[in-house]
Protein backbone atom coordinates (compact mmCIF):
# COMPACT_ATOMS: atom_id res chain seq x y z
CA UNK A 1 0.00 0.00 0.00
CA UNK A 2 1.43 3.65 -0.73
CA UNK A 3 0.96 5.72 2.64
CA UNK A 4 0.06 9.58 2.43
CA UNK A 5 1.17 12.30 4.67
CA UNK A 6 -1.52 13.03 6.80
CA UNK A 7 -0.54 15.32 9.50
CA UNK A 8 -0.65 13.85 13.00
CA UNK A 9 -1.79 16.97 15.63
CA UNK A 10 -0.57 16.64 19.61
CA UNK A 11 -3.45 14.79 20.32
CA UNK A 12 -3.32 12.08 17.63
CA UNK A 13 0.93 11.50 19.63
CA UNK A 14 -0.22 11.46 22.75
CA UNK A 15 -3.36 9.38 22.18
CA UNK A 16 -0.95 6.73 20.65
CA UNK A 17 1.63 6.91 23.73
CA UNK A 18 -1.12 6.26 26.35
CA UNK A 19 -2.16 3.22 23.70
CA UNK A 20 1.29 2.00 23.09
CA UNK A 21 2.00 1.47 26.93
CA UNK A 22 0.62 -1.29 28.42
CA UNK A 23 0.53 -0.49 31.92
CA UNK A 24 -0.05 3.37 32.64
CA UNK A 25 1.54 6.40 31.13
CA UNK A 26 1.77 9.82 33.78
CA UNK A 27 0.81 12.98 32.83
CA UNK A 28 4.41 14.17 34.09
CA UNK A 29 6.12 11.67 31.36
CA UNK A 30 3.78 13.09 28.47
CA UNK A 31 4.55 16.65 30.12
CA UNK A 32 8.28 16.04 29.69
CA UNK A 33 8.08 14.29 26.61
CA UNK A 34 6.13 17.37 24.56
CA UNK A 35 7.09 19.66 26.45
CA UNK A 36 4.14 21.12 28.22
CA UNK A 37 2.60 20.95 31.35
CA UNK A 38 0.82 18.53 33.29
CA UNK A 39 -2.56 20.71 33.28
CA UNK A 40 -1.94 21.28 29.81
CA UNK A 41 -1.65 17.23 29.08
CA UNK A 42 -4.85 16.66 31.17
CA UNK A 43 -6.68 19.40 28.46
CA UNK A 44 -5.46 17.67 25.85
CA UNK A 45 -6.39 14.07 27.59
CA UNK A 46 -9.67 15.28 28.13
CA UNK A 47 -10.30 16.66 24.34
CA UNK A 48 -9.09 12.84 23.35
CA UNK A 49 -12.03 11.72 25.54
CA UNK A 50 -13.96 13.90 24.07
CA UNK A 51 -13.74 11.87 20.88
CA UNK A 52 -15.23 9.04 22.56
CA UNK A 53 -12.13 7.08 23.07
CA UNK A 54 -12.31 5.27 26.39
CA UNK A 55 -9.11 6.94 28.85
CA UNK A 56 -9.17 5.64 32.43
CA UNK A 57 -6.97 8.47 34.78
CA UNK A 58 -5.81 6.74 37.85
CA UNK A 59 -3.46 7.84 40.24
CA UNK A 60 -0.22 6.77 38.48
CA UNK A 61 -1.49 8.00 35.35
CA UNK A 62 -3.56 7.17 31.86
CA UNK A 63 -4.27 3.84 30.46
CA UNK A 64 -6.59 3.44 26.86
CA UNK A 65 -8.82 0.55 27.12
CA UNK A 66 -10.94 0.14 24.14
CA UNK A 67 -14.46 -0.41 24.64
CA UNK A 68 -17.80 -0.35 21.62
CA UNK A 69 -17.52 3.03 21.06
CA UNK A 70 -16.22 4.14 17.39
CA UNK A 71 -13.37 6.98 16.51
CA UNK A 72 -11.04 7.82 13.82
CA UNK A 73 -8.20 8.06 15.70
CA UNK A 74 -8.22 4.54 17.53
CA UNK A 75 -8.46 2.96 14.13
CA UNK A 76 -5.90 5.13 12.91
CA UNK A 77 -3.90 3.61 15.66
CA UNK A 78 -4.74 0.11 15.19
CA UNK A 79 -3.81 0.47 11.75
CA UNK A 80 -0.44 1.75 12.31
CA UNK A 81 0.46 -0.96 15.14
CA UNK A 82 -0.95 -3.89 12.35
CA UNK A 83 1.37 -1.93 9.67
CA UNK A 84 -2.06 -1.55 7.24
CA UNK A 85 -1.19 1.89 5.44
CA UNK A 86 -4.84 2.94 4.46
CA UNK A 87 -5.84 6.80 5.28
CA UNK A 88 -8.65 6.82 7.48
CA UNK A 89 -11.33 9.33 6.37
CA UNK A 90 -14.12 9.48 9.18
CA UNK A 91 -17.47 11.56 9.00
CA UNK A 92 -21.48 11.24 9.22
CA UNK A 93 -21.95 11.01 5.45
CA UNK A 94 -25.40 9.24 3.29
CA UNK A 95 -22.82 6.36 2.23
CA UNK A 96 -19.49 5.53 2.21
CA UNK A 97 -19.50 4.07 -0.74
CA UNK A 98 -20.71 7.87 -2.42
CA UNK A 99 -18.27 9.75 -0.36
CA UNK A 100 -15.05 7.58 -1.29
CA UNK A 101 -16.18 8.07 -5.15
CA UNK A 102 -15.58 11.83 -4.17
CA UNK A 103 -11.82 11.11 -3.00
CA UNK A 104 -9.39 12.32 -5.68
CA UNK A 105 -6.04 10.69 -4.57
CA UNK A 106 -5.09 7.13 -6.37
CA UNK A 107 -3.87 6.03 -2.73
CA UNK A 108 -5.65 3.66 -0.57
CA UNK A 109 -7.77 4.76 1.86
CA UNK A 110 -10.94 3.82 4.09
CA UNK A 111 -14.12 5.71 4.52
CA UNK A 112 -15.49 4.89 8.18
CA UNK A 113 -19.10 6.41 9.19
CA UNK A 114 -20.59 6.12 12.39
CA UNK A 115 -23.59 6.04 10.55
CA UNK A 116 -24.93 6.45 7.05
CA UNK A 117 -27.90 8.18 6.33
CA UNK A 118 -28.46 6.72 2.91
CA UNK A 119 -26.59 4.00 3.12
CA UNK A 120 -26.85 1.53 -0.62
CA UNK A 121 -27.18 -2.31 -0.71
CA UNK A 122 -27.27 -4.37 -3.86
CA UNK A 123 -29.58 -4.04 -6.67
CA UNK A 124 -30.00 -0.25 -6.04
CA UNK A 125 -31.95 -1.16 -2.65
CA UNK A 126 -31.45 0.64 0.70
CA UNK A 127 -29.14 -0.75 3.35
CA UNK A 128 -30.36 0.62 7.26
CA UNK A 129 -27.38 1.95 8.58
CA UNK A 130 -27.76 3.55 12.01
CA UNK A 131 -25.56 4.38 14.66
CA UNK A 132 -23.39 1.53 16.25
CA UNK A 133 -22.25 -0.73 13.56
CA UNK A 134 -19.66 -0.75 11.24
CA UNK A 135 -19.76 1.31 7.77
CA UNK A 136 -16.89 1.68 5.68
CA UNK A 137 -15.53 1.84 1.81
CA UNK A 138 -12.08 0.77 0.94
CA UNK A 139 -10.88 2.63 -1.53
CA UNK A 140 -8.30 0.57 -3.50
CA UNK A 141 -6.29 0.67 -6.98
CA UNK A 142 -5.38 -2.59 -8.23
CA UNK A 143 -2.26 -3.47 -10.31
CA UNK A 144 -3.44 -5.99 -12.48
CA UNK A 145 -7.42 -6.69 -12.25
CA UNK A 146 -9.75 -7.21 -14.99
CA UNK A 147 -13.23 -6.68 -15.61
CA UNK A 148 -14.01 -10.15 -15.76
CA UNK A 149 -12.07 -10.16 -11.44
CA UNK A 150 -15.23 -7.94 -10.28
CA UNK A 151 -17.56 -10.25 -9.03
CA UNK A 152 -14.52 -12.60 -7.74
CA UNK A 153 -13.58 -9.79 -5.14
CA UNK A 154 -17.14 -9.36 -4.12
CA UNK A 155 -16.80 -13.29 -3.37
CA UNK A 156 -13.43 -12.26 -1.40
CA UNK A 157 -14.56 -9.47 0.49
CA UNK A 158 -17.26 -11.97 1.98
CA UNK A 159 -15.25 -14.30 2.51
CA UNK A 160 -12.59 -11.69 4.56
CA UNK A 161 -15.56 -10.79 6.82
CA UNK A 162 -16.73 -14.15 7.66
CA UNK A 163 -13.53 -15.49 8.33
CA UNK A 164 -13.25 -12.24 10.94
CA UNK A 165 -16.56 -13.56 12.49
CA UNK A 166 -15.34 -17.19 12.53
CA UNK A 167 -11.95 -15.85 14.62
CA UNK A 168 -15.05 -14.18 17.22
CA UNK A 169 -16.32 -17.97 17.76
CA UNK A 170 -19.29 -17.21 15.64
CA UNK A 171 -20.73 -19.84 12.94
CA UNK A 172 -20.60 -17.54 9.72
CA UNK A 173 -21.40 -18.62 6.65
CA UNK A 174 -21.59 -16.40 3.29
CA UNK A 175 -24.44 -16.61 1.26
CA UNK A 176 -23.28 -16.30 -2.66
CA UNK A 177 -22.28 -13.89 -3.70
CA UNK A 178 -21.05 -12.58 -0.54
CA UNK A 179 -23.64 -11.71 1.90
CA UNK A 180 -22.50 -13.07 5.58
CA UNK A 181 -24.75 -14.81 7.61
CA UNK A 182 -25.06 -16.12 11.49
CA UNK A 183 -27.48 -18.62 12.09
CA UNK A 184 -30.06 -18.20 9.00
CA UNK A 185 -30.02 -14.07 9.76
CA UNK A 186 -27.73 -11.66 7.90
CA UNK A 187 -25.40 -9.73 9.68
CA UNK A 188 -22.65 -8.44 6.73
CA UNK A 189 -23.49 -6.99 3.42
CA UNK A 190 -20.98 -6.13 0.88
CA UNK A 191 -21.16 -3.20 -2.28
CA UNK A 192 -18.83 -3.38 -4.98
CA UNK A 193 -18.57 -0.27 -7.17
CA UNK A 194 -15.26 0.02 -9.24
CA UNK A 195 -13.91 2.72 -12.35
CA UNK A 196 -13.29 0.66 -15.40
CA UNK A 197 -10.95 1.58 -18.43
CA UNK A 198 -11.05 -0.29 -21.36
CA UNK A 199 -10.14 -3.99 -20.15
CA UNK A 200 -8.94 -2.78 -16.98
CA UNK A 201 -10.10 -2.39 -13.41
CA UNK A 202 -8.22 1.19 -12.14
CA UNK A 203 -9.96 1.69 -9.13
CA UNK A 204 -12.46 -0.28 -6.42
CA UNK A 205 -14.74 1.06 -4.05
CA UNK A 206 -15.47 -1.88 -1.54
CA UNK A 207 -18.66 -1.20 0.75
CA UNK A 208 -18.88 -3.08 3.91
CA UNK A 209 -21.49 -2.98 6.10
CA UNK A 210 -21.79 -5.09 9.61
CA UNK A 211 -24.43 -4.70 12.36
CA UNK A 212 -22.95 -4.58 15.49
CA UNK A 213 -24.65 -2.80 18.00
CA UNK A 214 -26.89 -1.04 15.74
CA UNK A 215 -30.63 -1.56 16.36
CA UNK A 216 -32.59 -3.80 14.02
CA UNK A 217 -36.01 -2.35 12.92
CA UNK A 218 -38.74 -4.60 14.42
CA UNK A 219 -40.23 -6.03 10.86
CA UNK A 220 -36.40 -7.21 10.29
CA UNK A 221 -35.84 -9.03 13.34
CA UNK A 222 -36.18 -12.21 11.56
CA UNK A 223 -34.09 -12.01 8.89
CA UNK A 224 -31.00 -9.63 9.87
CA UNK A 225 -29.17 -10.49 13.14
CA UNK A 226 -26.07 -7.96 14.97
CA UNK A 227 -22.97 -8.97 16.54
CA UNK A 228 -24.60 -7.81 19.53
CA UNK A 229 -27.79 -9.91 19.54
CA UNK A 230 -25.45 -13.01 19.03
CA UNK A 231 -24.36 -12.79 22.11
CA UNK A 232 -20.56 -11.19 20.84
CA UNK A 233 -18.66 -7.94 22.72
CA UNK A 234 -16.20 -6.16 20.03
CA UNK A 235 -14.19 -2.93 19.72
CA UNK A 236 -15.68 -1.68 16.62
CA UNK A 237 -12.54 -0.18 15.78
CA UNK A 238 -10.56 -3.66 15.99
CA UNK A 239 -12.90 -5.25 14.29
CA UNK A 240 -12.47 -2.28 11.47
CA UNK A 241 -8.96 -2.94 11.32
CA UNK A 242 -8.78 -6.63 11.23
CA UNK A 243 -11.05 -7.05 8.68
CA UNK A 244 -9.11 -4.49 6.48
CA UNK A 245 -5.75 -5.85 7.51
CA UNK A 246 -7.41 -9.29 6.19
CA UNK A 247 -9.24 -8.11 3.06
CA UNK A 248 -5.78 -6.13 2.35
CA UNK A 249 -3.68 -9.33 2.18
CA UNK A 250 -6.21 -10.84 0.19
CA UNK A 251 -6.23 -8.07 -2.14
CA UNK A 252 -2.37 -8.70 -2.91
CA UNK A 253 -2.45 -12.62 -2.96
CA UNK A 254 -5.66 -12.33 -5.29
CA UNK A 255 -3.92 -10.05 -7.97
CA UNK A 256 -1.22 -12.58 -8.08
CA UNK A 257 -3.31 -16.17 -7.47
CA UNK A 258 -6.58 -15.24 -8.43
CA UNK A 259 -9.75 -16.70 -7.01
CA UNK A 260 -8.71 -20.45 -7.23
CA UNK A 261 -6.13 -19.95 -4.40
CA UNK A 262 -9.27 -18.81 -2.02
CA UNK A 263 -11.61 -21.43 -3.69
CA UNK A 264 -11.29 -24.12 -0.97
CA UNK A 265 -11.59 -21.44 1.61
CA UNK A 266 -15.20 -20.00 0.01
CA UNK A 267 -16.42 -23.28 -0.11
CA UNK A 268 -15.89 -24.23 2.84
CA UNK A 269 -17.90 -21.28 4.63
CA UNK A 270 -20.73 -21.13 1.61
CA UNK A 271 -23.84 -22.00 3.05
CA UNK A 272 -25.25 -21.83 -0.75
CA UNK A 273 -23.07 -24.60 -2.53
CA UNK A 274 -24.46 -27.97 -2.00
CA UNK A 275 -27.72 -26.93 -0.91
CA UNK A 276 -31.08 -27.03 -2.43
CA UNK A 277 -31.99 -23.02 -3.32
CA UNK A 278 -34.67 -20.82 -4.28
CA UNK A 279 -33.94 -18.43 -7.12
CA UNK A 280 -35.54 -16.54 -10.00
CA UNK A 281 -33.47 -17.52 -13.08
CA UNK A 282 -34.14 -15.43 -16.38
CA UNK A 283 -37.61 -14.05 -14.83
CA UNK A 284 -38.93 -17.57 -13.72
CA UNK A 285 -38.66 -18.62 -10.19
CA UNK A 286 -36.67 -22.11 -10.40
CA UNK A 287 -35.92 -24.42 -7.71
CA UNK A 288 -32.32 -25.73 -7.62
CA UNK A 289 -29.16 -27.39 -6.33
CA UNK A 290 -26.22 -24.92 -6.32
CA UNK A 291 -23.34 -26.71 -7.61
CA UNK A 292 -20.39 -24.66 -7.35
CA UNK A 293 -18.86 -21.76 -8.98
CA UNK A 294 -18.11 -20.74 -12.64
CA UNK A 295 -14.65 -19.72 -13.37
CA UNK A 296 -16.19 -15.91 -13.77
CA UNK A 297 -17.59 -16.58 -9.47
CA UNK A 298 -21.64 -17.24 -11.07
CA UNK A 299 -23.28 -19.81 -9.13
CA UNK A 300 -23.75 -22.76 -11.21
CA UNK A 301 -27.19 -24.20 -10.69
CA UNK A 302 -28.56 -28.08 -11.66
CA UNK A 303 -31.87 -27.91 -12.78
CA UNK A 304 -33.30 -31.48 -14.42
CA UNK A 305 -29.46 -32.23 -14.37
CA UNK A 306 -29.08 -29.45 -16.98
CA UNK A 307 -26.29 -26.82 -15.69
CA UNK A 308 -27.28 -22.95 -15.68
CA UNK A 309 -25.45 -20.38 -14.33
CA UNK A 310 -26.84 -17.29 -12.32
CA UNK A 311 -24.89 -14.09 -12.26
CA UNK A 312 -27.12 -11.75 -10.33
CA UNK A 313 -30.14 -11.94 -8.02
CA UNK A 314 -30.88 -13.07 -4.60
CA UNK A 315 -31.36 -17.02 -3.71
CA UNK A 316 -32.96 -18.60 -1.15
CA UNK A 317 -31.93 -21.68 0.87
CA UNK A 318 -34.51 -23.82 0.86
CA UNK A 319 -32.77 -26.97 3.18
CA UNK A 320 -30.38 -25.86 6.24
CA UNK A 321 -27.69 -28.36 5.78
C1 LIG B 1 -26.34 -5.30 0.54
O1 LIG B 1 -26.58 -5.95 1.56
O2 LIG B 1 -27.09 -5.29 -0.42
C2 LIG B 1 -25.06 -4.50 0.49
C3 LIG B 1 -24.97 -3.54 1.62
C4 LIG B 1 -23.70 -2.73 1.61
C5 LIG B 1 -23.68 -1.73 2.73
C6 LIG B 1 -22.39 -0.99 2.84
S1 LIG B 1 -22.31 -0.01 4.29
C7 LIG B 1 -20.91 0.80 3.72
C8 LIG B 1 -21.11 1.03 2.23
N1 LIG B 1 -21.87 2.24 2.01
C9 LIG B 1 -23.04 2.01 1.45
O3 LIG B 1 -23.89 2.88 1.15
N2 LIG B 1 -23.22 0.70 1.25
C10 LIG B 1 -22.07 -0.05 1.69
Redesign the pocket.
Known amino acids: MIRENFSISLEDNIFFDIADREGVISGNELGEKYNISRIAVFKHIKKIKGFGINIISTKKGYKYIADKNLSKLEVQYMLKNEKVDLQVFYDIV ?5 SAKKIDTKNDFVFI ?1 PY ?1 T ?6 E ?1 E ?1 V ?1 TEG ?1 V ?3 LGYSPQNLNISDSLKLVLLTGLAVCEELKNLNLDAKIKWPN ?1 VYISGK ?1 V ?4 LESVLSLEKVERIYI ?3 INVLNSIPQHLLDIVTTLNLEGIEVSRAQLIVNVLKRLTVMLQEYEKSKFNFFLDRYLKLSCTIGNVVKANLDGKEVHALAVGLSEEGYLNLSIDGEIKQMIVGDIFNLDKK
Do not use: E, H, P, V
Not at 94 to 98: A, I, V
Not at 118 to 123: I, P
Open positions: DSTNNAQKGRGRLRFAGYMTDKCGILGIG
